[in-house]
């Protein structure tokens, strides 16, 4: 009886969609025990999950999301070792471990959130536990309510008067002057990479563009915010035709050291004055999360029709499917706005009438390809980092070599994503059990 209520809880919960929508009540009048114990997760009554009996919980047949809504609220209430006790647990029973990490990143938002609160911070209270809501993956609920709920029910336990909350106001990117002290060329070279890192890293886009190059001699690639110029030198040691526009001077300052065709400017003004089907390549290359979507929105489509038929976008960002980018190392750069998922990148260019998207996800560890099986710090930190939309507007094929790598680049898997660490998990689970 227990081995098949445990697969039942696989069968429902293993990615986490059965407990983050409201369950419906086990039978008339009488809530189900998941939906008691998602009612206290969402307004924070961590004291009332806590005191949940573990063979009550045990014997529920929603057991495996109970027990991670309770091990969240163990860690909020500060007992690490029974947070992690039943985070095993709920996985024991069927939970992926990816919704485990995904419900304890968003009690480290709401401690942030506590914080400000404490600080009387209302823009941080206001992120951290809209940002504890959204990792919760909370779809079915008014998500401004729950945050006021959510910010006063802490502000009460904390002895703290709340006053009205107000929208987060997002930083603006800094407009470069004549005044620069160049802090964003230091900051670059601190965080990003060396310059021989970053060439080596975009080479990955050579055989996207190559060949539309070799389609159309003479015709140039454009880089918007080409920073300090590595794709730009990657393409000119190619023999590629290709130009930057950055509107910080002190970033500009190295690619004219090397005699690269850089120009300071507005990028999106620059895209406007360029003529239709001018350009084999257009690149933003970790700028789009500086940008409103709005402006995204209008690079886009400016792009193609800028671009050559066969010409190709390619847009490069941090990939929020990595918990540890998604939460953290996203906002070390204080110029970011928001992270931007895979999906809805990709959703633009097919919106504006690209023929082909291509999704690469980058610079994850090499390692973790070889891994039989992943552990829970993979699926905090193993997720590629980095991810890029590449996309085209007409497909065209060429017979040359660098055709032939272009098609190959088009074709090839790019990257870790979540679904393939839930696959292999699954698959070693399955593995596991056959040998049971």
């Not at 002190?250 to 360029?274: E, Y």
């Not at 032939?404 to 679904?419: D, F, K, T």
Request: glycine share 8%; aromatic share 6%; with cysteine.
């Amino acid at each position: 009886m227990s081995q098949q209520r445990g697969g039942h809880a696989r069968s429902h919960v293993a990615d986490g969609r059965h407990w983050a929508h409201t369950p419906s009540p086990a039978s008339e009048g009488t809530p189900s025990l998941l939906f008691q114990a998602r009612t206290h997760w969402l307004f924070g009554e961590w004291q009332r999950l806590c005191q949940l009996e573990a063979e009550r919980v045990a014997q529920d047949a929603e057991r495996a999301a109970v027990a991670l809504l309770i091990s969240s609220a163990q860690q909020q209430a500060g007992d690490q070792g029974k947070a992690r006790q039943w985070a095993r647990q709920a996985m024991q029973w069927g939970m992926a471990p990816n919704m485990v990490a995904r419900l304890l990143a968003a009690g480290v938002h709401n401690t942030l959130g506590r914080m400000a609160i404490l600080r009387e911070d209302n823009g941080g209270m206001s992120r951290h536990f809209t940002a504890s809501l959204q990792l919760a993956a909370l779809k079915d609920t008014d998500s401004g309510t729950l945050v006021r709920a959510r910010a006063s029910h802490e502000a009460s336990a904390l002895g703290r008067q709340l006053p009205g909350l107000k929208p987060p106001v997002l930083p603006q990117a800094p407009s470069p002057s004549s005044e620069d002290d160049g802090f964003y060329r230091a900051f670059e070279d601190r965080f990003r990479g060396s310059r021989e890192e970053i060439k080596r890293r975009v080479a990955v886009y050579l055989p996207f563009v190559t060949a539309v190059a070799e389609r159309h001699p003479g015709v140039p690639a454009l880089d918007l915010g080409c920073g300090r110029g590595e794709w730009l030198e990657v393409m000119r040691d190619a023999g590629i035709l290709a130009e930057g526009v950055d509107e910080d001077a002190g970033m500009l300052s190295g690619g004219q050291a090397l005699g690269l065709k850089v120009s300071q400017g507005d990028a999106l003004a620059h895209l406007r004055d360029q003529p239709d089907a001018s350009l084999i390549s257009i690149s933003l290359i970790h700028v789009v999360e500086h940008i409103p979507f709005d402006m995204l929105r209008t690079t886009v489509a400016e792009a193609k029709r800028v671009l050559v038929p066969d010409g190709v976008l390619i847009m490069e960002t941090p990939n929020p499917e990595n918990f540890s980018v998604g939460s953290c190392s996203f906002y070390t750069d204080p110029t970011h706005r928001n992270p931007l998922p895979p999906p809805l990148l990709a959703f633009l260019p097919e919106y504006y009438g690209f023929e082909r998207v291509k999704v690469l996800r980058l610079q994850e560890n090499p390692a973790l390809h070889d891994k039989p099986r992943y552990e829970l710090h993979d699926f905090l930190t193993g997720i590629s980092p980095d991810y890029a939309v590449v996309a085209q507007p007409r497909q065209r094929e060429s017979n040359s070599a660098a055709g032939q790598e272009e098609q190959e680049a088009w074709s090839r898997n790019y990257g870790i994503s979540l679904a393939q660490l839930r696959r292999a998990d699954q698959r070693h689970s399955d593995d596991q059990g056959q040998r049971q």
